[in-house]
């Protein structure tokens, strides 16, 4: 699999997916990643990306051309591929989208807005799914982008080294995570819960929903009222 960044700052992306679990699997080429600058597509002399509104207001808004035609270049050479534009608009993402993006697409590209956004034809024109991870305001798009991009690859097989992970996660039951503990067993005075000391898989596995209950219940209580409407 396949994921490309539209933005004008690749350096703000490129260590993240260099280090840790992600690079690891990058380099066993279990998916790649690759960036694309609309400053490379520009046909203002001054290299400019960005321009004031119409309308008037404050903040500069990026220009229609570059991002046309860097996300043309990319359909010329993959007609295939996903466009989404992480924006405040959009639907709210969440794992199931991680896991529908990972299943259904080979290659996805993130369109990172900057400034006060962009030129809306380019959004009528190139989005497949306009997604938000938040009813919050970014000074870009990048970091919304690599969150869509980290949920995801998660998902693609070779990824992770124990793959059965993925289904002890949170929202993977329409719950949150059970609380998770490791050794000392005795630290500072609080002790590990004595059920999972005593190897019964079974009280664990019942005590561990009991308790992914109780802190959804606790932390989200709104996932339960939504998952019994």
Known sequence: ???T??????ELLKGYFEASILGRAI???????????????TEDKFNRVDAPMVS????????????????????????????????PVGK???QNDAKRHAKQYRHIVYVCGRYEGI?????????????SIGDYVLTGGELAAAVMCDATARHIEGVLGNSDSLHEESFESTLLEAPAFTKPVTFRGSAVV?????????????LKKQMALCKTQYFRPEIIKKAEA
């Open 27 to 41: 380099e066993r080429g279990s998916f790649a990643v690759d960036f694309c600058n609309p400053r490379a597509f």
């Open 194 to 206: 004595s059920e999972f000391l005593k190897g019964n898989h079974s009280k664990i596995s019942d």
């Open 5 to 10: 960044f539209v933005t004008l700052f690749p």
């Open 92 to 94: 709210p993402f969440v």
């Open 1 to 3: 699999m396949r994921f």
């Open 56 to 87: 008037g207001g404050a903040g500069m808004l990026m220009t229609p051309q570059p991002l046309y035609d860097t996300l043309q270049h990319i359909l010329d050479e993959d007609p295939e591929a996903h466009i989404v534009f992480p924006l």
């Open 119 to 131: 030129d809306e034809r380019v959004i009528e024109r190139f989005a497949d799914e306009c997604l």
